[in-house]
Every structure is written in C-alpha cells, then in structure tokens.
C-alpha cells in the first residue's frame, strides 16, 4: 500500500507540475487583494503573442474541438465542421441556428473600441466558435439570467438576477463557470486600461474592482456553481501554447475569491505547496485515510465554517457548510483514486488544508 500511495503522489505531481509553466506564478505568491491582481497582470502580459483575427480560424482546430472532431460551441448544441464551405461549416452568411460558426467575442469588441491592432481582437482566451445567429442575438449585451426567450441553449431577455434590470444575454449552466473565469482573466490581463473603456452596465471604469456589485456577485455564483472542466483545462494549455499566456483562474480557481469574493485579503499561497500550509495543531483528523469509499474528518473542538474538498487541478469537488459540527463524513467514493485536498476555512482564522488519499 505504501508504495502504492508513493506512486500515486509521485504520477498527481508530475500531472499538476507538468501543465503549469516552472514558476510560472512564483511573482504572484504571498501577494493579496488587488496587489494581487497587478501581480497577475504583469505575469498574463509578459510573453504575451498577439494573434491575426483570420488565425483564430485555425486555432479553433486545437483550442475547441471535441472528441469526436467537432466544433464545441458554448452557445449551442449544434454539431458543427472545421473549415469552410462547402465541406466546413465557418461563416459566412447565416439564416438560422444551426447554419454555420463564427468567431465570438464573449467580451464584446465595442467595449474595447474594437481596434484590430489591440491584443484584445484576437485573443484567445475571450474568444470562442459559436453558432452566427445566435451570436447575432446575443449582440453586444451583458451576461446574466434572464427567464426570456430561449435560443437553442441560450437566452435573451431582461434580467432576474438582483442589481440588474436591463436585457442579458445567459449561456446554458454547465458553460457559466467558463465565462466568469474568461472575465476574470480580462479584469487581470487587461488591468492597467480597462478603466477607460466604453464598457457596459458590467464595468465600474476604475481598475481596482473593475467590475460593478451585480456583476461581481454574478460572476462569483457562476465561477462557484460550474467549477473548472477538462475543457477548460485542456483549452487553457492550448491557448498557451499559441500566445504564450495562461489564464490563472483556471490554473487556480481560488485566485477569484482572493480578489472578488470572501477571501480578499488573504495571500496566495497555491495548493502545489499544499506542505507549507500544513497547521502544525493536530486538532483535525481523517479516518479512514487512505479510503476507497469515505473519510469521516473529526473536530478536536466543535467547527463551524465552510468545508471545501479540491482535486489536484484546483476543481471544487464539495462544499459544505458546518455549523458547530464535531464531525462530517465525506463521501468519494465516485471519485477516481488519486490525492485530493480538504481545505477548511472560518471567518476569524487562518484556513487548514488536510490531504485525503483515495485508492
């Protein structure tokens, strides 16, 4: 068993280690708030390779194509081909839903200016192949939910969540997470201009928050509600590849509660040197461990705040909220064996982060 564990440890480091660049983060560690975000600013623009527009054509080939060589569309559920007509199915002309793919600016071009010569135009990690009419229908509205008119997997219509009125554009639940961290990435990459832009009813105009109340709100329920996929796992390590830049809310989702959520404040420490952020008071313990089917995690004394178990990508796996509890079983049983973080965290303390081996 123990050298199994070893291997297991061994083949998770190699995986986690493998994907993120050397050091790739080493300016942002230890950093907090909106410093934070300045210091991920640097590090997404340095290196940075802008694209053609005309490129992204091809890069699509790579960035999102599902398994079966398809076109993944975040818009739709149409099955579309690379390449152009008459044997692809890239726009052109366009009647219906259905008839071809385009290249979507998620935030729209009009609130940059939409210069061509401007990273923005053709960066990868706002732009997406999506169906041509309902990019057309989504225009250059603001994401949120609405119970409007619904276009294949998305709609369009005034706004029910609270802070905002107007007409949003909402894309279907399981592609929400992947478009907060797209604006999560602008915020940062694009820092030190995005004050100044036209913007919408999203955008506050300064460089600190960037965003409005409503928006930050929005944007957090979606990150925490869809946690980082394969999909964006895989596409973020294309796009770096192409233009040399990575977005840090994928490689490490919790970056957005450091900056916009309950977290600020608190410095980034990432779970890659999960052995630094080992508490040195034995008042927690997890038993089986390691367990094929369920770990019970005990309490020293009675905890109550907010328990998060994470796999090695930094995907939130469970969150449970414990009030006063002495003690709470964590089912994994539907999780492939692997090492795996329980991070605890309260209001008042520093949060203790335990390690649970699945076999």
């Known amino acids: 068993m123990r050298n199994f564990i070893l291997f297991v440890l061994l083949s998770l480091s190699y995986v986690l280690y493998g994907q993120i660049p050397a050091h790739y983060y080493d300016d942002a560690y230890n950093k907090s708030g909106y410093e934070l975000k300045t210091a991920l600013s ?32 975040m818009y739709s559920d149409c099955t579309f081909v690379f390449g152009s007509k008459p044997n692809g199915d890239q726009c052109g002309n366009y009647s219906n839903i259905c008839d071809c793919y385009n290249r979507e600016h998620s935030f729209p071009k009009s609130w940059f200016g939409g210069d061509e010569q401007h990273f923005m135009y053709a960066d990868l990690f706002h732009l997406y192949p999506t169906d041509g009419k309902v990019n057309a229908i989504r225009a250059d509205y603001p994401f949120g939910e609405t119970g409007g008119a619904q276009y294949n997997i998305s709609k369009l219509g005034g706004c029910t969540f609270d802070g905002y009125t107007k007409v949003v554009f ?31 009813d999203m955008l506050a105009k ?59 404040g608190e410095p980034f420490t990432p779970n890659v040197s999960i052995e630094e952020k080992e508490t040195a008071e034995n008042h927690v313990s997890i038993s089986p461990n390691p367990s094929s089917w369920h770990v019970t995690v005990a309490f020293e004394q009675p905890f109550s705040g907010v328990m998060y178990l994470y796999n090695t990508w930094g995907v939130c796996l469970q969150q449970i909220i414990l009030p006063d509890a002495s003690s709470q079983e964590l089912d994994i049983s539907n999780y492939p064996g692997g090492l795996y973080i329980l991070r605890l965290a309260t209001d008042n303390q520093p949060p203790v982060h335990k390690k649970i081996i699945k076999y």
């Open 206 to 264: 300064n460089d600190s928050s960037v965003f409005t109340e409503w928006t930050i709100n929005l944007l957090l329920k979606w990150h925490l509600q869809d946690p980082v996929s394969e999909k964006e796992i895989n596409r973020n390590n294309e796009v770096y590849k192409i233009q040399h830049n990575r977005n840090p809310f994928i490689d490490y989702p919790e970056l957005a509660e450091l900056i916009w959520g309950a977290e600020f």
């Open 170 to 200: 909402e894309p279907a639940d399981e592609y929400k997470g992947d478009f907060a961290r797209t604006y999560f990435y602008v915020a940062t990459r694009y820092e030190n201009e995005i004050a100044g832009w036209k913007g919408c």
């Open 42 to 73: 640097k590090i997404t623009k340095d290196g940075h390779t802008i694209n053609s527009y005309n490129s992204l054509w091809t890069h699509f080939q790579t960035t999102d194509k599902r398994d079966d060589g398809s076109v993944w569309d």
